[in-house]
């Protein structure tokens, strides 16, 4: 596990290792057939797509700024990304 962001360079790493851990717990319980494995592929989601967020800090912080107009591009361009998007704004507003 990664340090906590605080005392780390590379703090985007701490929500990569959360999105891993939420994939592995998705595979995990969809063997499982559990009724609440939904509830972990929405986590998965939630975090992958925020998982952008941290590392566009981590550009800031780090002062990246010409890299940061040309990801959030490449950001608002990626249809797993609008999807990801979709699946959070919709389970946390119940409409898109």
């Known amino acids: 596990m990664i340090p906590h962001r605080a005392g780390n ?4 790493l701490e929500q990569w290792d959360r999105v891993v851990r939420w994939k592995n717990q998705c595979k995990i319980e969809s063997k499982a057939g559990a009724a609440t494995s939904l509830d972990f592929y929405e986590a998965f989601f939630i975090n992958a797509y925020h998982l952008k967020d941290w590392i566009t800090q981590w550009l800031k912080k780090n002062k990246h700024d010409d890299i940061i107009n040309e990801l959030k591009l490449d950001f608002e361009n990626q249809i797993f990304l609008k999807i990801l ?11 898109l």
């Open 9 to 12: 360079a590379n703090f985007y």
């Open 85 to 95: 998007r979709d699946i959070c704004n919709g389970s946390k507003h119940f409409t």
